[in-house]
């Protein structure tokens, strides 16, 4: 199945899904326990999803 991803409720998904990822960035760093992979797939993950939010938004402006 297929969703269009140009629709503007998608993306404001996208973005809270961006502010959850940082959240628990934040709580992860606040702890001496916190697990380096972890750590670090957060990091990706998050890496990947701003940039492809940056990608989206032009086009979505385009549309």
């Known amino acids: 199945m297929c969703m269009p991803i140009d629709d503007a409720a998608m993306l404001c998904w996208l973005i809270s899904q ?4 940082e959240a628990w960035q934040d709580e992860l760093a606040s702890r001496p326990d916190a697990d380096l992979l972890q750590v670090e797939r957060l990091e990706r ?19």
């Open 45 to 63: 993950h998050h890496a990947w999803l701003h940039e492809e939010l940056a990608r989206l938004r032009p086009l979505r402006r385009a549309a």
């Open 18 to 21: 961006l502010r959850v990822i």
